[in-house]
């Protein structure tokens, strides 16, 4: 009998210890600074030249293009080579999974990347080092280099749908997978969330990793309240064996 294949459905928590502040928990992002959340708004976002500003300083202060993988994207990677199916569902957006060594085929992006800037008018893309290197020259609000338009991170906003292909894809690996592994999440944002449920009902088992409790612990075969970098690695490890 062949391995089972395990989906591993990471959201922020997984990247705290890579130096990436989490958006929900005790000390995230928005608790401290609940005005934050507009510049991650579609609708701010587009209308007011202010918030793209402050957008793009708050992009070069978390410095999330220079992170590293941390110990548990290093042990999906590893899990992944060692020849167990694995397929990531991130809500992330900071391609640590890739970096890790995942092949980006097996990486769903739910909420898309901050390694690329979109044009919302002509839809090019470029990478977010070079939109960056022009606001730390001087350029407060950088615009497509194309058409003009305006230029904006390769990730879902508040106010914007998710990518329906992307999604489906989701969909299909929760179904399809014999274990679900939802780490470093609050498991609260849908339709992403709604994933965990969905693959307990396709008869996958359920395992939660999360310092706090999820409205999905009731449905897990196994909670982790343990930290991230040394929990997931020996469960993965264990899997794995």
């Excluded at 898309?112 to 800037?117: I, K, L, P, Y």
């Amino acid at each position: 009998m062949g391995k089972p294949l395990v989906a591993v459905f990471s959201g922020a928590g997984m990247s705290t210890d890579s130096g990436i502040p989490d958006y929900r928990g005790p000390q995230g992002l928005w608790r401290r600074e609940p005005d934050a959340e507009k510049l991650v708004t579609y609708a701010y976002y587009m209308a007011d030249p202010d918030v793209r500003r402050r957008s793009w300083l708050m992009r070069a202060e978390i410095g999330a293009l220079g992170a590293r993988p941390n110990a548990a994207h290093l042990a999906v990677a590893e899990l992944e080579r060692g020849g167990t199916p694995v397929r990531v569902v991130t809500q992330n957006v900071d391609g640590l999974h890739q970096l890790a060594g995942m092949p980006a085929r097996k990486v769903f992006e739910l909420h898309g990347t901050a390694r690329s800037v979109v044009c919302t008018s002509c839809h090019a893309r470029s990478e977010m080092d070079e939109a960056l290197a022009r606001v730390a020259a001087g350029e407060p609000d950088p615009a497509c280099r194309a058409c003009g338009g305006i230029l904006k991170a390769a990730t879902v906003m508040f106010g914007e749908r998710l990518d329906p292909q992307v999604l489906g894809h989701a969909m299909a690996v929760a179904k399809g997978c014999q274990v679900f592994i939802a780490v470093g999440s609050t498991l609260q944002v849908q339709p992403a969330a709604s994933l965990a449920g969905m693959a307990a009902e396709a008869g996958a088992r359920l395992i939660i990793v999360n310092a706090e409790e999820t409205p999905y612990d009731s449905l897990a075969d196994e909670v982790i309240r343990e930290p991230i970098g040394t929990a997931l690695p020996a469960l993965l490890a264990r899997i794995g064996s």
